[in-house]
Nanobody
Framework: QVQLVESGGGLVQAGGSLRLSCAAS????????MGWFRQAPGKEREFVAT????????YYADFVKGRFTISRDNGKNTVYLQLNNLKPEDTAVYYC???????????????WGQGTQVTVSS
């Protein structure tokens, strides 16, 4: 079972930026797809972005609209999510997850981090 630890969340004003990181344990990282999801209070956990093991292919939720970028460093067993032009509606707990395919469905991921809070003030 892989362990995932997110960091980088915080409080930021609308229009600001944050960079989230997710450090993974284990030797299978480069063969694993990695995804970012988020969950706002009272809402379902929703897909944000995913990246294949090689980093060659990425997918994003429509609401990202070019504001977020997912990337990975397999040498460091870390996946990143760059958040730009943040909006108050981006406020949520952001989770990283490990899967065997790059999917928009949270059911395709078998390991999850504890989450990091992102709060965007207006």
């Amino acid at each position: 079972q892989v362990q995932l630890v997110e960091s980088g969340g915080g409080l930021v004003q609308a229009g600001g930026s944050l960079r989230l990181s997710c450090a993974a344990s284990g030797s299978t990282f480069s063969r694993s797809a990695m995804g970012w999801f988020r969950q706002a209070p009272g809402k379902e956990r929703e897909f944000v972005a995913t990246i294949t093991g090689s980093g060659g292919t990425t997918y994003y939720a429509d609401f990202v609209k070019g504001r977020f970028t997912i990337s990975r460093d397999n040498g460091k067993n870390t996946v990143y999510l760059q958040l730009n032009n943040l909006k108050p509606e981006d406020t949520a707990v952001y989770y990283c997850a490990r899967g065997w395919i790059a999917s928009t469905s949270k059911d395709r991921y078998d390991s999850w981090g504890q989450g990091t809070q992102v709060t965007v003030s207006s």
